[in-house]
């Protein structure tokens, strides 16, 4: 497909607001600049990939496990290049965390801990971080997305409530964890709500190509 790059929105989440009150307290600017200048960097390597197959984007939003970015016409753009789009946030930070590791004096362990925690949590198979959007892509066949979007949802929920049970658990060691769960699961839940009005989107798209 043709087009060009054009974000209409680049945002930051409101959940980030209390994280960076919290850092910005705390007297940890510096941290707060390795983290939002980590998040901007995963989310520039998607950007990146959708400008080279020249892919029009909706809109782009940091989130506190990394960003998120919305392309138009999604059941148009081709596997292949859904799939360069999704791995090359990952992509970015992979190559942050090797640069990090020859960085000098007190900066290197604290932007390794950084990137090193940005990919773990992306890579996990859960909607919609990076991982899930993967593995979607790759179920993704003869099938309608909106079908394969549907069954990936049902287990990306319950995925992120087991994952919240063991962050339960290990409380209070795993605070952040459990916030960021908790996150993750409203916003599977918030799409969860919306699946009807994808499917009839993209069944009307499908209809007027055929």
């Known amino acids: 497909m043709r087009g060009k790059i054009k974000v209409l929105k680049f945002r930051i989440h409101p959940t980030m607001i209390p994280i960076i009150i919290i850092l910005l307290l705390s007297g940890n600017v510096a941290h707060y600049a390795m983290i939002l200048g980590s998040l901007l960097w995963h989310e520039c390597g998607h950007l990146i990939a959708a400008s080279k197959y020249k892919l029009i984007i909706k809109d782009c939003t940091i989130m506190p496990y990394g960003g998120e970015i ?95 049970l063991c962050c339960i658990l290990l409380l209070p060691k795993s605070a952040f964890l459990l916030f960021l769960f908790i996150f993750i699961l409203f916003q599977n839940i918030k799409e969860w709500r919306y699946r009807k009005y994808t499917k009839a989107f993209e069944k009307y798209a499908l209809n007027i190509l055929t």
């Not at 789009?85 to 004096?105: D, E, N, Q, R, W």
């Not at 993967?134 to 179920?139: K, N, V």
């Not at 069954?151 to 990306?156: A, E």
Request: proline fraction near 6%.
């Open 70 to 164: 919305r392309l138009a016409k999604t059941q148009l753009i081709r596997k292949k290049h859904r799939l360069v789009v999704a791995a090359a946030g990952p992509i970015a930070t992979f190559f942050l965390l090797i640069l990090a590791l020859f960085m000098p004096g007190a900066i290197k362990e604290p932007l390794v801990y950084i990137q090193f925690f940005i990919l773990l949590i992306n890579l996990l198979p859960i909607w919609p971080l990076d991982g899930g959007r993967l593995i979607e892509i790759l179920l993704s066949g003869k099938q309608p997305l909106y079908e394969i979007h549907e069954f990936f949802l049902k287990y990306s929920i319950i995925t992120c409530l087991a994952v919240l």
